[in-house]
């Protein structure tokens, strides 16, 4: 199972994108899950180091440098959610899973190699 987590500002509309996304791939058997957290609470996630992905989400764009820094450090992914992948409807879902799946394709392949 590989994890991402959104981070965003407030944490209610990541929340809900990343429930939705997660249960897009369950639909799927994708071994795919997503959490959500705030800005303001991200570097306690980067210390437990149990996410392979951080996805900053479209209102805190500002922060990926920092973001990408801290995840980078952990040996880990970061990508930047574009604003037609962080709407809660089919196709932004759909767009939020392409992207997340894409970021950790080589991740699960290397899962998949053993």
Not at 35 to 48: C, G, H, L, N, Q
Not at 88 to 94: K, L, M, N, Q, R
Not at 105 to 114: C, I, S, V, Y
């Amino acid at each position: 199972m590989k994890k991402a987590l959104i981070i965003c500002n407030a944490g209610m509309s990541s929340s809900l994108m990343a429930k939705k996304a997660t249960d897009f791939f369950k639909a799927k058997n994708v071994p795919i899950e997503l959490d959500a957290t705030t800005v303001s609470k991200s570097s306690e996630f980067f210390k437990k180091g149990e996410f392979d992905l951080y996805l900053v989400s479209p209102q805190i764009k500002m922060y990926y440098d920092q973001i990408a820094k801290e995840a980078n450090a952990s040996d880990k992914l970061v990508a930047n959610i574009p604003p037609q992948a962080y709407i809660p409807t089919e196709d932004g879902v759909s767009n939020l899973a392409k992207l997340t799946f894409t970021e950790l394709k080589p991740l699960l392949q290397a899962e998949k190699n053993g």
